[in-house]
């Protein structure tokens, strides 16, 4: 009898968890959300005439970019990421570009993803909208613009 379940698949990753790891354990802290892990080519279209006069709209790769990376919590004491920022607010970018990585973790903790980015600053981080009738967690969120991203695991 043939089975109904294909138990040779690999299932996709489940990503439970994230954390931040920059500047060597410098900056750090978990996550649950993060968007922005990836690049994209930029195309030109160019619209030229084929032998039989019929138009064609080549697609031309251009620029490539890095996505920004942003990176949602809730609310912590932990102040390193405010701290990194304020580098960036006072002009100092080039002391505040930093190597690290965003790594995923499943329900039991495990890593199970890693990406890797380069020369990376915050952009911009804002702190939660509180409201005093509301049940929610303060969410801080933080925006960080890099040169390079690759994942590794």
Known sequence: MATLVDTSRQDPLVGYNFS??????????????????????????????????????????????????????????????????KQVEEGDVDQARMNGSIVMYDQTLSEVARWNFNNAWPSKISGPAPKADSNEIGVEELTLVHEYITRVS
């Open 20 to 85: 931040l790891e920059v500047g060597g354990g410098k900056i750090s802290g978990y996550f649950t959300e993060v968007s922005g892990l990836g690049s994209e080519t930029k195309t030109i279209k160019q619209a030229v005439v084929n032998d039989k006069g019929h138009t064609v709209v080549l697609q031309i790769p251009g620029r490539l970019e890095w996505g920004d990376i942003v990176l949602k919590r809730g609310i912590t004491s932990n102040l390193d990421m405010w701290e990194w920022r």
